[in-house]
């Protein structure tokens, strides 16, 4: 099956593959119009006409499914012969992710799952569909913590005898044959077939092993001819009453198991609390609350509308991880960036593209214009999104730990902080926000073996400076929109251009009388332009606005760095001055790259690269040093602007 993320199925884009399967493939789709997220069951198999048909039929049965239990099916379709299925997205992963195989769990927690999943499958029972797939990796988490039976969009029909139906029964035979009851593998699947299913992941639960072992034929014979081994050889301290519960549900004959799956649940759940009680009657002097447990006395089948959430009994210490949002909180909106934010957002949500890097010169927003990103791409990042600040860090060595410590790792182990951190982001679908990556540099190799070591992270990068490593996808930020004054200045056109709505907001901060008026709207233009679109440049302009008005303010920018100070507290000391921005990039640069940069104050506006050659260089050997390198890297530290006519 062909990789299908970044096309669309139906009104679906897809996003990312979650899961692959022997018969069906799981994506993440955005809805085109609502933006809404959904999953996409993708069927390997191409359909006849006649399958397609059958497929509709059994879809149409499953769309009216309405169990809190049970994943939605919200729309399906066949495309290009291919059928695929549209259902809710349960962020909190599967059973199996949760519990990996050879996990041993508590009892009370296996009483829990199975009641939940036992009263999803009463209810489709009453439907007269058969779930058949019985598995881990088909129960999932839901947002409540709450357990949610997937995979009916693969369920057959108690009723229907098709070609599509045999299709999904001869691929479910060969994929998940742990489970499959004998009847089942012999081509009779029954409404006990998952009840017996079900016994088999109790059993794994209880000992951390499967019942049988082996080749898919040897398993498959055993399922149909051998009893499984005594639970209590695996765990001597289970009751007998507990494993007999199991084994009756394991039976061969369809007869000898529970009358029907919700019995198997009861009788699991009366095994459980009897063990209680007398476990209590020998270490407390009163019976346990049992209130816990919802009663599940023989009841009817209640309709979709009747249906109520099994009351669970999960552990505390068992929750579903919260996605990690460590992001600083922003405190003023964002100007003039809407598009580049759009635009970078789209980057990151493509699969292709797993590193992007924000760069510009110091002062041109990178740092804003990631957050805002981090924001607005938030809900497709499952896991999380994580901002680690790298301004005080010059030891590239450092990085790991400071990432580390953002993402709350606390591993006592002797572990390398490298192996930490992979073993931590390896299985996470997360955002990594790099802010201020350019005195570290030298560590770009380290970011790219952790994205080739963690295949869903992607890492957003602001620098000053190109990191240049194959996966680098560059993303240069530009200065704000200026006034054209060459022409008439509108005082309200002017108050749309992003240069001067960045000035008109930071001066109402400070000043909150402040209005942009006819008098000194050509002003203010004037002095966005003289100060190149630059936000920092802008924001240090209008923080004089206080004992400065904007004609004296455009006078005095004729010593710029003597006026351009002042920076808000919080922000970082090369922030707080235009000199010290400008000094950060500069001690950046080798002592040639410094002696040319002090060189080009000598060009007005633009200049050529053959200039450069002839002034620049004129007592230099061009054995010694190369004016395109120089140049070249020049550019790559956002300390040129390259303009092409």
Same mark, same amino acid.
């Given at each position: 099956?062909?990789?299908?993320?970044?096309?669309? @199925?139906?009104?679906?884009?897809?996003? #990312?593959?979650?899961? #692959?399967?022997?018969?069906?493939?799981?994506?993440? =789709?955005?809805?085109?119009?609502?933006?809404?997220?959904?999953?996409?069951?993708?069927?390997?198999?191409?359909?006849?006409?006649?399958?397609?048909?059958?497929?509709?039929?059994?879809?149409?049965?499953?769309?009216?499914?309405?169990?809190?239990?049970?994943?939605?099916?919200?729309?399906?379709?066949?495309?290009?012969?291919?059928?695929?299925?549209?259902?809710?997205?349960?962020?909190?992963?599967?059973?199996? &992710?949760?519990?990996?195989?050879?996990?041993?769990?508590?009892?009370?927690?296996?009483?829990?799952?199975?009641?939940?999943?036992?009263?999803?499958?009463?209810?489709?029972?009453?439907?007269? @569909?058969?779930?058949?797939?019985?598995?881990?990796?088909?129960?999932?988490?839901?947002?409540?913590?709450?357990?949610?039976?997937?995979?009916?969009?693969?369920?057959?029909?108690?009723?229907?005898?098709?070609?599509?139906?045999?299709?999904?029964?001869?691929?479910?035979?060969?994929?998940?044959?742990?489970?499959?009851?004998?009847?089942?593998?012999?081509?009779?699947?029954?409404?006990?077939?998952?009840?017996?299913?079900?016994?088999?992941?109790?059993?794994?639960?209880?000992?951390?092993?499967?019942?049988?072992?082996?080749?898919?034929?040897?398993?498959?014979?055993?399922?149909? /001819?051998?009893?499984?081994?005594?639970?209590?050889?695996?765990?001597?301290?289970?009751?007998?009453?507990?494993?007999?519960?199991?084994?009756?549900?394991?039976?061969?004959?369809?007869?000898?198991?529970?009358?029907?799956?919700?019995?198997?649940?009861?009788?699991?759940?009366?095994?459980?609390?009897?063990?209680?009680?007398?476990?209590?009657?020998?270490?407390?002097?009163?019976?346990?609350?049992?209130?816990?447990?919802?009663?599940?006395?023989?009841?009817?089948?209640?309709?979709?509308?009747?249906?109520?959430?099994?009351?669970?009994?999960?552990?505390?210490?068992?929750?579903?991880?919260?996605?990690?949002?460590?992001?600083?909180?922003?405190?003023?909106?964002?100007?003039?960036?809407?598009?580049?934010?759009?635009?970078? =957002?789209?980057?990151?949500?493509?699969?292709?593209?797993?590193?992007?890097?924000?760069?510009?010169?110091?002062?041109?927003?990178?740092?804003?214009?990631?957050?805002?990103?981090?924001?607005?791409?938030?809900?497709?990042?499952?896991?999380?999104?994580?901002?680690?600040?790298?301004?005080?860090?010059?030891?590239?060595?450092?990085?790991?730990?400071?990432?580390?410590?953002?993402?709350?790792?606390?591993?006592? /182990?002797?572990?390398?902080?490298?192996?930490?951190?992979?073993?931590?982001?390896?299985?996470?679908?997360?955002?990594?926000?790099?802010?201020?990556?350019?005195?570290?540099?030298?560590?770009?190799?380290?970011?790219?073996?952790?994205?080739?070591?963690?295949?869903?992270?992607?890492?957003?990068?602001?620098?000053?400076?190109?990191?240049?490593?194959?996966?680098?996808?560059?993303?240069?930020?530009?200065?704000?929109?200026?006034?054209?004054?060459?022409?008439?200045?509108?005082?309200?056109?002017?108050?749309?251009?992003?240069?001067? %709505?960045?000035?008109?907001?930071?001066?109402?901060?400070?000043?909150?009388?402040?209005? @942009?008026?006819?008098?000194?709207?050509?002003?203010?233009?004037?002095?966005?332009?003289?100060?190149? =679109?630059?936000?920092?440049?802008?924001?240090?302009?209008?923080? #004089?606005?206080?004992?400065?008005?904007?004609?004296?303010?455009?006078?005095?920018?004729?010593?710029?760095?003597?006026?351009?100070?002042?920076?808000?507290?919080?922000?970082?000391?090369?922030?707080?001055?235009?000199?010290?921005?400008?000094?950060?990039?500069?001690?950046?640069?080798? %002592?040639?790259?410094?002696?040319?940069?002090?060189?080009?104050?000598?060009?007005?506006?633009?200049?050529?690269?053959?200039?450069?050659?002839?002034?620049?260089?004129?007592?230099?050997?061009?054995?010694?040093?190369?004016?395109?390198? &120089?140049?070249? /890297?020049?550019?790559?530290?956002?300390?040129?602007?390259? @303009?092409?006519?």
């Amino acid at each position: 099956m062909h990789d299908l993320v970044g096309q669309q @199925l139906g009104n679906y884009r897809v996003v #990312r593959l979650v899961g #692959r399967g022997g018969f069906a493939d799981v994506y993440l =789709g955005e809805h085109i119009h609502l933006n809404s997220l959904a999953a996409l069951k993708v069927l390997h198999a191409v359909l006849t006409a006649e399958q397609q048909e059958s497929f509709v039929q059994e879809a149409q049965r499953l769309v009216q499914l309405r169990h809190p239990h049970i994943v939605r099916l919200l729309d399906f379709a066949v495309q290009a012969g291919t059928p695929f299925l549209v259902m809710d997205f349960a962020p909190g992963g599967t059973l199996r &992710e949760l519990h990996p195989t050879g996990s041993r769990l508590p009892l009370d927690l296996v009483v829990s799952y199975v009641q939940q999943v036992a009263s999803a499958l009463h209810y489709a029972h009453s439907q007269r @569909l058969i779930h058949r797939d019985i598995k881990p990796e088909n129960m999932l988490l839901g947002s409540q913590n709450n357990l949610l039976l997937s995979d009916f969009g693969l369920a057959v029909s108690a009723t229907l005898s098709s070609s599509y139906s045999t299709l999904l029964m001869d691929q479910q035979v060969a994929g998940t044959s742990l489970y499959l009851a004998p009847e089942q593998l012999q081509g009779h699947p029954l409404p006990a077939s998952d009840q017996y299913s079900l016994a088999v992941v109790v059993y794994e639960w209880l000992c951390g092993k499967s019942p049988f072992h082996g080749s898919l034929l040897e398993i498959a014979i055993q399922h149909l /001819s051998l009893p499984p081994p005594p639970l209590r050889d695996w765990v001597p301290d289970l009751s007998s009453s507990i494993e007999e519960v199991v084994l009756q549900a394991l039976a061969k004959e369809p007869w000898q198991r529970f009358a029907d799956v919700q019995e198997f649940a009861r009788a699991l759940e009366r095994a459980y609390l009897e063990d209680l009680q007398q476990f209590s009657a020998l270490h407390y002097p009163t019976s346990p609350d049992t209130t816990q447990l919802r009663s599940l006395e023989k009841e009817e089948v209640p309709s979709a509308q009747q249906q109520q959430p099994v009351r669970q009994i999960t552990p505390g210490n068992i929750r579903m991880p919260e996605p990690i949002w460590k992001v600083p909180t922003i405190f003023t909106p964002l100007i003039g960036r809407d598009q580049e934010a759009a635009a970078v =957002g789209t980057l990151l949500k493509s699969p292709e593209i797993r590193l992007v890097t924000l760069l510009g010169t110091g002062g041109i927003g990178k740092t804003r214009l990631s957050l805002q990103i981090a924001v607005q791409t938030r809900k497709y990042f499952i896991d999380g999104v994580c901002f680690v600040p790298l301004a005080s860090i010059s030891d590239a060595g450092l990085i790991l730990p400071a990432i580390a410590q953002e993402l709350g790792i606390q591993d006592a /182990s002797a572990l390398p902080v490298f192996e930490q951190v992979k073993a931590f982001l390896q299985k996470k679908h997360i955002l990594l926000v790099l802010d201020n990556f350019e005195q570290v540099a030298i560590a770009a190799p380290m970011v790219e073996e952790l994205l080739a070591a963690c295949p869903q992270l992607t890492i957003l990068v602001t620098s000053r400076v190109v990191l240049h490593v194959q996966a680098e996808h560059e993303f240069p930020v530009s200065p704000l929109a200026l006034p054209d004054l060459t022409q008439p200045i509108e005082r309200d056109a002017l108050a749309q251009v992003t240069s001067v %709505a960045l000035f008109l907001q930071r001066a109402r901060s400070i000043l909150p009388t402040f209005q @942009l008026t006819s008098t000194n709207a050509r002003a203010i233009a004037e002095i966005c332009v003289r100060l190149d =679109g630059l936000p920092l440049a802008i924001e240090l302009a209008a923080a #004089r606005i206080k004992i400065l008005p904007p004609q004296a303010l455009l006078l005095r920018l004729e010593h710029l760095f003597d006026v351009l100070t002042g920076g808000t507290r919080t922000q970082p000391p090369r922030q707080q001055t235009l000199r010290n921005t400008l000094k950060w990039s500069y001690d950046l640069l080798s %002592a040639s790259e410094q002696r040319l940069f002090r060189r080009l104050a000598v060009f007005v506006a633009v200049w050529t690269l053959e200039a450069v050659e002839a002034v620049c260089y004129y007592d230099v050997e061009k054995e010694q040093v190369s004016a395109l390198d &120089e140049v070249a /890297s020049l550019l790559d530290k956002s300390l040129l602007l390259l @303009l092409e006519s």
